[in-house]
């Protein structure tokens, strides 16, 4: 009997899903991606190689978003994600950072009790090839993602001296920041392959596009999901300038926290409101769809060095807590970074040299935003609303502003001045000043890239719930989301390497649901 899955979206969670679910022959995947596939190494381009490097040109939707509210309070800024075989694994910092217990315990007590860290740490072992630390508990030597640690003997002396000082500061050293309660000072989690990004174009979909059982349709836009009455058939494309359908025993959408709501809210699956606006029948009314939406905020404390320096990337990070509003969990991180500053979204001008910046992140924000599909055509994209700052208690700018200061702190009063010929910003009036600092920071916060919880999962009944936790859409049969969007809380530990595990999960229980009896697909084409 027929068994075949359409995923749209080839990044993270549809590449590992996509490739697992072949591992089986008796099913049959079409992925299918908006962006090119470069199916032979050799042919895939620099920037989506080098691990050192984000990659954020070339292969990018375009999109932007309105980091603060009300939105006419600053221009739209740039949100880049990845379009292409890959995904944002293809041109992402390469960092592969686990969610932590206690995310997973959020995630629990939102309903969702099958993704406790006992539950899910199967499934990031599954993933990986740890070079430091294979097989053991907590980790594997024998997934298709190698992760590695780099040596300090290859970290810039910028980076050296930034461990030191956050030691000398009383926080501890870690040297595994992938292991259960990991707090402290230590080297990056990175996934890698030698110095290329290991993205799921170059590690799960390598060798599963060999496999027959496996169909990559690639520069195809999906445009939405084909239902007979609330049943997913298949799908609607653009591809050479023309539409047709694909069809299915099941969809699943992988195709990001913007996409996978945005298609959704087209195929009559989104918030009453909305789809009345757009003129689109109601299939299922879904008002958690684009709700949710959740992102790490960061900024940089940014200082010209001295002298030029061979060891690019992100070498070294420190994961504490702020203690603001009794907090005990980590709830920030500093990232001692050398990257080209125009990656980071915050162009500014290094005059030809190196720049170190030590990035704050807020790993753990309490505000939350949305996103609004605007228009019925699939190539308009949707309005973005970050809505960085606006928690209701003034957290999450009290965070941010501790974590500058420390950045800066460390910058310009321990020996990583010595590397530093000039402070680029912020200055040391504006970060003494509370008022002037909320400005710079309210004038220059960015995205680290991880958006997350559109489609969020939780029970049924829920009225912000967009998946069940099986991330099976409610309301719909054979229609599945699996990628950051079902997230209901963006992690602490980013978002790359959980996207990988929620891929590998939905694979587990679709290969477990293959011995039964799969709903027919739609007998005729539209």
């Known amino acids: 009997m027929s068994n075949t899955t359409i995923i749209v979206g080839a990044g993270s969670a549809g590449g590992a899903l996509a490739s697992r679910l072949t591992e089986d022959p008796e099913h049959e995947?079409?992925?299918?991606?908006?962006?090119?596939?470069?199916?032979?190494?050799?042919?895939?381009?620099?920037?989506i190689c080098d691990a050192n490097e984000m990659s954020v040109e070339g292969h990018d939707w375009g999109l932007t978003g309105y980091f603060l509210e009300p939105q006419d309070v600053r221009d739209s800024q740039p949100y880049p994600r990845g379009r292409l075989v890959g995904g944002s694994s293809a041109v992402n910092a390469a960092i592969a950072q686990r969610a932590a217990v206690a995310d997973l315990e959020r995630w629990v007590a939102d309903g969702n009790d099958e993704w406790s860290y006992e539950q899910v740490l199967p499934f990031f072992k599954r993933i990986e090839n740890d070079l430091e630390f294979g097989d053991s508990d907590i980790h594997s030597g024998s997934g298709p993602v190698p992760i590695r640690r780099y040596g300090r003997e290859v970290w810039s002396p910028a980076a050296r001296l930034f461990e030191e000082a956050c030691l000398e500061r009383g926080f501890p050293a870690c040297p595994d920041h992938n292991a259960p309660g990991a707090t402290g000072v230590g080297p990056v989690p990175r996934n890698m392959i030698g110095e290329?990004?290991?993205?799921?174009?170059?590690?799960?979909?390598?060798e599963a596009r060999e496999r027959p059982n496996l169909t990559i349709v690639s520069d195809a836009t999906c445009r939405r999901v084909v239902f007979e009455g609330n049943r997913a058939v298949g799908i609607e494309v653009e591809r050479n300038g023309e539409t047709e359908r694909l069809e299915a025993d099941r969809v699943v959408l992988s195709a990001g926290a913007m996409h996978s709501p945005q298609l959704l809210t087209l195929s009559g699956v989104g918030p009453q409101q909305v789809l009345d606006e757009l003129g689109i029948e109601p299939v299922v009314v879904s008002e958690g769809v684009g709700q949710n939406f959740q992102d790490h905020p960061f900024i940089g404390v940014m200082g010209l060095l001295k002298e030029k320096t061979e060891f690019n990337g992100v070498r070294c990070e420190l994961k504490f807590s702020s203690e603001v509003d009794g907090g005990s969990l980590d709830d920030l991180m500093l990232w001692a970074s050398v990257l080209d500053p125009a990656t980071l979204n915050m162009p500014v001008d290094t005059r030809g040299l190196d720049a170190l910046t030590i990035v704050a992140q807020l790993a753990r924000p309490e505000s939350v935003g949305w996103l609004k599909v605007v228009s019925g055509d699939v190539h308009v994209q949707p309005e973005i609303h970050v809505n960085f700052l606006s928690d209701e208690g003034g957290v999450d700018l009290a965070r941010m502003m501790l974590a500058t200061r420390l950045a800066f702190e460390i910058a310009t009063k321990t020996a990583v001045a010595d590397e530093i010929d000039e402070i680029l910003f912020p200055d040391r009036e504006t970060v003494e000043d509370d008022a002037k600092l909320e400005e710079w920071l309210r004038g220059i916060i960015t995205t680290c890239y991880h958006a997350s919880g559109t489609c969020r999962m939780g029970r049924e009944g829920d009225p912000g719930a967009v998946v069940s936790q099986r991330l099976a859409v409610h309301g719909c049969e054979s229609l599945f989301v699996a990628d950051a969007s079902v997230m209901p809380h963006v992690p602490t530990g980013l978002t790359n390497l959980s996207s990988y595990m929620i891929g590998e999960r939905l694979a587990a229980w679709l290969r477990d649901e293959a011995a039964e009896p799969a709903p027919a697909a739609a007998a005729t084409a539209g």
């Open 29 to 47: 995947v079409i992925l299918v991606e908006a962006g090119p596939d470069y199916a032979v190494r050799d042919d895939v381009p620099l920037p």
């Open 196 to 206: 290329v990004r290991a993205s799921s174009l170059l590690t799960y979909l390598l």
